[in-house]
């Protein structure tokens, strides 16, 4: 399988997987801009066969109204309770029957990938990351979660890739100028992922399968991709971890494309 991050951030997150379908993780992206940067890689919405979909907050969900009435043949999968406050706000898609419901920790079938969710805690109605495996590949998107729990390292751990959350730098954080009650909100245990964290995270991953982990979900405002980057490495470098590759997504273009068998 092929993957390749499309936008990540607090203002649009969607990552582009195909093997023998393609499938969108997420849709936190317009169509003009989905089709633009499917086009950079020799695709369209239209060749687009299934979107899965973590939480209901805009930064995922936002161009996907647009995108399922210019393309309805599009699978959705979703957790119930998501699908249900995505229908309240997107009140065209409440008629949109091609969804499909995903328990969590229970693998499903989608084309030739086998998915298994992940709860996160999120201050969503709830939130997934995704574990998909194609043709001996595996891969890992994680992001929008306040901690990262024994049991999504061990799940992940087996996966070559995966695209982790390093959201905040806590110092960057707190002089941003964001309220307390909006800093309190992003670093506690249902918020997002500081670059501490998942240095930590990397860590543990680095021990096992994965060769590769893809830095995601960067604030804008209380951390930099180089701030990011540079914390990870340290705490590789300290654990002598460092044969781990780690590269990074960007809010306004394409992150690398990672072939994974
Ligand atoms: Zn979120
Ligand atoms: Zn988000």
Redesign the pocket.
Known sequence: MKVTNLTSGSKGNCTFVESNIKILVDVGISYRNLNSNLKLLESSAENIDAVLIT?E?S??VFGLESLLKKCPHIKVWANSWVWQKITKRYLALANFDNVHFFEYNMPFSVGDFTVTALENF?D?VS?ASFILSSGGGKLGICT?LGIITDYQIEMLKTCKVVYLECNHDLEMLASCGYPRILQSRISGDCGHLSNDQCARACVRLASHSTKVVVLSHISQNSNLPEVAYSRVMDELTIANKTHLMVLLSYQNKLGKTITIN
Request: charged share 25%; glycine share 0%.
């Open positions: 939480h907050h930064d995922h999120h969503s939130c929008d």
